[in-house]
């Protein structure tokens, strides 16, 4: 069922409760507190330049990591506040709570076109327990209720669920921001009838983690492409030896039967058929989150698909390199989601980065149209410098899984159908 949208609302001179997702990933430089990757930000420009042009008074809401119940300062989204400023032109005001008498107070004082951005809303842990008595205190300020945090989509917890609950029962609007319905056409309407060949890139760590889009996608993709650890679990299910590299070795049914269901539909589903391997050893150092930092030793490419006994699995090599891209290169529709290799260490990137490559050229010189699936494959060709050259990359990571798989999203489905 289609929800209102923002261009189907009048916020003129209303309180807008206005969810975003600027869960974004942030840096101290030199004492400073700066924000790496400031898209989720960016993207949500259209949706507030709109409703400020309407006349509504925005008060924003989001939360940004996971600090479960307690007031993590170094969670605060103060610098979000200062950054949207700057990226919008305009002040932008922030208090820091996310409900209480210094919200209301100053929620009061709003003028038409004002901006207000409160304070990390899981700073209260009835935020993710989707408590109906605080969802409630966040709705005190609230007359309408728009959604654009698509990323926070599939939490239903008191600011994606409760809240717009609570403006339903009033009889007040809840509507999707603009980031929100193009989230939404392109991951589910554009993928709906994609046109042919279409051809799915599956990466990252986990086929537990991609099954249920594995198999719902074997129901519309001509051509499946396997990367990431993920294709280990395959090859230990077919038999090979894996080494160390990273594979689930509960889960060789599910691959088992993804291999199988891929065979009677007659889906082309590829596994790499070379890669690049190399002999894990633990140092001394320590990482960011206290572990041992693993240096990779003996870097090569193996022809072999078995893996040697002290080596693990981190790219996809040249030949299948070679072969993806050829497939790329024949589709008209892609979506891509998970990275090749281990490609935040340069030795293991170049796998990643030559499917990026791939999806933007067939884009921009052949016209088809390619979806990125969210998380690591957007930072992957955000670095390239290629963001630019796809159709769509999606904001969100766990959202937009959830969604390709099919499943409804509470943040969704709290909003008002359209007529
Ligand atoms: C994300 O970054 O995945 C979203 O902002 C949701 O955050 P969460 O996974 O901590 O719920
Ligand atoms: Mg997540």
């Known amino acids: ?38 898209t989720r930000i960016v ?94 205190k966040l709705a005190r300020v609230a007359d309408l209720y728009v959604n654009d945090a698509f990323g926070a989509a599939h939490r239903a917890h008191a600011s994606t669920e409760g809240v717009p609950r609570v403006i339903a029962k009033r009889g007040g609007t809840c509507a999707a921001g603009l980031l929100m319905e193009r989230e939404l056409k392109f991951l589910g309407e554009e993928l709906e009838r994609p046109a042919a060949p279409f051809v799915v890139i599956l990466g990252g760590a986990k086929v537990s983690d991609k099954i249920t889009v594995i198999e719902r996608l074997l129901e519309k993709a001509q051509t499946i ?25 509960d889960k060789l049914d599910v691959a088992k039967s993804a291999l199988a269901k891929a065979k009677e539909r007659g889906v082309k589903f590829l596994l790499p058929s070379d890669d690049v391997i190399a002999t894990p050893v633990k140092t001394d150092k320590l990482d960011k989150k206290g572990k041992p930092v693993i240096e990779y030793q003996n870097v090569r490419v193996n022809t072999d698909m078995n893996c040697p006994d002290d080596s693990a699995g981190l790219d996809i090599g040249p030949t299948t390199i070679k072969a993806y891209s050829a497939e790329i290169r024949t589709s008209k529709t892609i979506l891509w989601n998970g990275p090749m290799g281990l490609f935040e260490n ?32 957007v930072k992957a060709l955000n670095k390239a410098g290629l963001g630019n050259q796809v159709t769509f990359m999606s904001t969100g990571g766990g959202a937009s899984l959830e969604f390709l798989e099919g499943k409804g999203l509470p943040g969704v489905s709290a909003l008002t159908d359209k007529k």
């Open 1 to 38: 069922m289609p929800k209102l949208s923002v261009n189907d609302i009048n916020a003129r001179g209303k309180r807008v409760f206005l969810r975003v997702d600027y869960n974004v990933p942030l840096e101290e430089k030199d004492g400073q507190i700066v924000i790496t990757d400031e």
């Open 43 to 136: 993207e949500t420009l259209p949706t507030l330049k709109r409703l400020c042009e309407q006349g509504g008074k925005l008060i924003l809401t989001a939360h940004l990591g996971r600090p479960k119940g307690t007031r993590d300062p170094s969670l605060s989204l103060r610098p979000v506040a200062v950054r949207l400023a700057e990226l919008l032109h305009r002040p932008v005001a922030f208090v820091d709570d996310c409900i209480g008498e210094k919200v209301e107070k100053t929620a009061g004082i709003m003028q038409p076109g004002d901006l207000l951005l409160l304070e990390n809303l899981r700073f209260y842990k009835e935020e993710e327990e989707n408590d109906a008595a605080f969802a409630e």
């Open 225 to 249: 492409l396997i990367g990431g650890a993920m294709a280990y679990t395959f090859r230990l299910a077919q038999g090979y030896k894996t080494g160390k590299s990273l594979v689930e070795a």
């Open 346 to 377: 340069k030795q293991f990137a170049e796998g990643t980065n030559a499917i990026a490559r791939a999806v933007a050229e067939v884009t921009q010189q052949s016209g088809a149209k390619s979806i990125i699936g969210g998380g690591d494959s």
